[in-house]
Structures are given as structure tokens and as C-alpha cells.
Nanobody
Framework: QVQLVESGGGLVQAGGSLRLSCAAS????????MGWFRQASGKEREFVSS????????YYADSVLGRFTVARDNAKNTVYLQMNSLKPEDTAVYYCAGARSSTSRNNIRDYPYWGQGTQVTVSS
């Protein structure tokens, strides 16, 4: 059974930084791409970033490009999302997601495994 557990969310002022972590278990972590998605109150869940199985290829939503950085440590079965220059519009529940392939990108349907989410709130 695949399990994904996010941590690192919280309340931060605009311009600040947070680092989210996602610990994975239940399958061979290094074989699969991982993604981050977010869902603001009253809105649909949206793609934030993804990283390929070995970490060589990353993708970002235009809204976070240049501010967020995704990384993974396959030895620790963990994926990270470093979020800098945070804006109030980044406020959302952030979800870690496990892909069904090694190179999945931004299609939410490619991610069958999900964590419980962690709240990120950015105050103005």
C-alpha cells in the first residue's frame, strides 16, 4: 500500500519561504515520478510541479516558475518543494502525489496516489 505523508506547511508572511516534504512508502520510490498539486478554497486542484524518477527532469506551473524548486532524495524516499517569495495567492492545501510512470508531468490523471495534504497560508 502506497503511503505519502506531507509535512512543512504553515503560516508565513508574503515574501517568505517554506519547504514542504513528502515521505513515501509502499513501492519502489525511485521508479516513479512525483508531483505537487495544490487546492485553494473553492477552487479545483491544480498542478504545481513534478519531478522525474531520477530528478533530472522537472516541470513547474507558470505561476510558480522561478520561485518554487522541486527536488527528491531517492535514498530517503522523500520529495521536497522549496517555496520562496511566497504570495498570498499561493495559499492552499498542498498535496504530494505519486505518479504511475517514471516521467509523468502535469496531468492529474497520471497520479493515482495522494497524501493527505498540508496547509500553506501566506499573509499579506
Amino acid at each position: 500500500q502506497v503511503q505519502l505523508v506531507e509535512s512543512g506547511g504553515g503560516l508565513v508572511q508574503a515574501g517568505g519561504s517554506l519547504r514542504l516534504s513528502c515521505a513515501a512508502s509502499g513501492r519502489t520510490f525511485s521508479n516513479y515520478a512525483m508531483g505537487w498539486f495544490r487546492q485553494a478554497s473553492g477552487k479545483e486542484r491544480e498542478f504545481v510541479s513534478s519531478i522525474s524518477w531520477g530528478g533530472a527532469t522537472t516541470y513547474y506551473a507558470d505561476s510558480v516558475l522561478g520561485r518554487f524548486t522541486v527536488a527528491r532524495d531517492n535514498a530517503k524516499n522523500t520529495v521536497y518543494l522549496q517555496m520562496n517569495s511566497l504570495k498570498p495567492e499561493d495559499t492552499a492545501v498542498y498535496y504530494c502525489a505519486g505518479a504511475r510512470s517514471s516521467t509523468s508531468r502535469n496531468n492529474i490523471r497520471d497520479y493515482p496516489y495522494w497524501g493527505q495534504g498540508t496547509q500553506v497560508t501566506v499573509s499579506s
